[in-house]
């Protein structure tokens, strides 16, 4: 929404994007609430990963702001020629996170989310633009502010915009909180690796259905250089229960480098021990197996007294090698984000475990 003019800044004597709102949109109050809510949420926002205003403003009857000027193109604009390689995607989706954390943080939630709206400039920064849908402080939902954002195709009833990008809380006008923006980029992701949305369907109804009730085609399948544990990291992000996501984007952040590092790290330990690599991972994943076994029979079966509060201890990588550290926290970040969901149970939070990493307790 708006128009975009490259314009100058006299008196700083920058270039600057100068975004307007459209004459025939000026009366329209929706238009308007959207175009000066995203002034005001860029405003409370200070990221590079995240597009810049400088100023907002009416002047003769037209609202404006005055943004950084971006040379570039959209990712949609990418991914119209083809699909990306999977660690491009990665490193774009990292980028993404980092700039909705950064807004979570600050209390604003994206709600928008999509190919249109991510920007890759020149030197390949990446930036989310287009913030008129974002909701901050008290989290809630608006449908028809939503509604304003999906529009038809007359000739072909193919539905153009959001739609395939929303999470199942968002259409159906449930209350808002930051896990709609990681289903979001969840969909996202897909549709860099796969050439096409998770969920886009002929018509709007048909996406909608596909939101709430279907699977997107498994991307192994797809794509068979695409590594396990990347699949896997997606559908996280794409489950239909908020409380079964990631539950914040500096989660999905530490699985997006993990997922690249362990790729990286077995890429490499195949070929000369490829033995000793499976072997290694059997036990990982049997290892993990009998400690979430053992954690959920202590809360089921186990003593009659009440647990309120727990704390998961950072595990110890015990080869001695730094490069697989990311192992063991990644490890303890799971456990944590899993026991969580345990109804009644007081977690302590990642950071205040993590002071005791490397020490006696």
């Known amino acids: 929404m708006g ?13 600057v994007a100068l975004k307007v709102l459209p004459e025939h949109l000026a009366r329209d109050a929706q238009a308007l609430s959207r175009f000066e809510r995203e002034a005001k949420a860029l405003a409370l926002l200070n990221n590079s990963r995240i597009v810049a205003i400088y100023d907002f403003g009416v002047h003769d009857g037209i609202s404006f702001a005055v ?14 020629r083809s699909s990306l390689p999977w660690k491009k995607a990665v490193e774009i989706g990292m980028s993404v996170a980092e700039g909705l954390h950064a807004a979570h943080s600050d209390g604003i939630i994206h709600r ?14 990446i930036k989310i633009l287009d913030f008129g849908l974002a909701q901050w402080k008290a989290y809630s939902s608006n449908p028809q502010t939503e509604v304003s954002t999906i529009t038809h195709h007359p000739a072909s009833g193919t539905v153009m915009g959001t739609i395939p990008y929303m999470s199942p809380e968002q259409v159906r006008g449930e209350t808002l909180d930051p896990r709609t923006d990681i289903f979001s980029l969840g969909a996202v992701l897909y549709e860099m690796l796969a050439g096409s949305a998770a969920f886009a369907r002929k018509t709007g109804a048909d996406t909608v259905s596909a ?16 590594p396990p544990a990347l699949v896997l990291l997606i559908e996280h992000c794409l489950e239909k229960e908020p409380p079964t996501r990631f539950q914040t984007a500096r989660d999905l952040i530490f699985a997006l480098k993990s997922s690249l590092s362990t790729s990286e790290n077995v890429q490499l330990r195949t070929a000369p021990l490829p033995k000793r690599s499976k072997h290694m991972y059997v036990a990982a994943a049997a290892g993990l197996v009998l400690l979430f076994a053992a954690i959920f029979s202590y809360f089921l079966l186990g003593t009659k007294q009440p647990i309120h509060s727990i704390a998961i201890l950072p ?3 015990g080869n001695s090698d730094p490069d697989t550290d990311y192992l063991s926290d990644g490890i303890t970040e799971s456990i944590i984000e899993s026991v969580t969901t345990i109804p009644d149970l007081r977690v302590m939070a990642r950071g205040t475990v993590f002071t005791y990493k490397g020490k006696e307790v």
Request: net charge negative; charged share 30%.
């Open 3 to 15: 128009e975009v003019y490259h314009a100058k800044d006299l008196r700083l004597s920058r270039d």
């Open 67 to 80: 943004m950084e000027l971006l040379k570039g193109e959209t990712l949609r604009s990418l991914l119209s």
């Open 112 to 125: 928008d989310l999509k190919p249109e709206n991510i920007f890759i400039t020149n030197d390949g920064s």
């Open 211 to 226: 939101i709430l009730n279907d699977q997107p085609p498994s991307l192994s399948r797809l794509q068979k250089n695409i």
């Open 315 to 317: 595990f110890t990588n």
